[in-house]
């Protein structure tokens, strides 16, 4: 098992920055991506980013590419999304996953990740 624990979300007014962090605990020596997604009432989860564990390759979302950063430090199980530039638009929960597979054909679906977070909430102001 995998747990995941997201904190950092918040209000803050349009043009302004969040970090997230997504704190990981247990067999993290299983896991190999780990990433982020959002969802708003009514809508279905969306893709924001992903990174792999081990190697650091990073996949971005359209919609937030060069607003958004995920990385993580292994060394802390720790993962984060950096977003900058923020727009009431990136209003949602955001949620922190963990996958265990060895191979993905494609890291933005959410069936990819077995382990998820509970959320944190993100709202910008206009």
């Known amino acids: 098992q995998v747990q995941l624990v997201e904190s950092g979300g918040g209000l803050v007014q349009a043009g302004g920055s969040l970090r997230l962090s997504c704190a990981a605990s247990g067999r993290m020596f299983s896991v190999t991506a780990m990433g982020w997604f959002r969802q708003t009432p009514g809508k279905e989860r969306e893709f924001v980013a992903a990174i792999t564990w081990s190697g650091g390759s990073t996949f971005h979302a359209d919609s937030i590419q060069g607003r958004f950063t995920i990385s993580r430090e292994r060394a802390k199980n720790t993962l984060y999304l950096q977003m900058n530039s923020l727009t009431p638009d990136d209003t949602a929960v955001y949620s922190c996953?963990?996958?265990?597979?060895?191979?993905?054909?494609?890291?933005?679906?959410?069936?990819?990740?077995?382990?998820w977070g509970q959320g944190t909430q993100v709202t910008v102001s206009s």
């Open positions: 996953a963990a996958g265990i597979r060895g191979y993905y054909s494609n890291y933005e679906n959410p069936s990819a990740y077995e382990y």
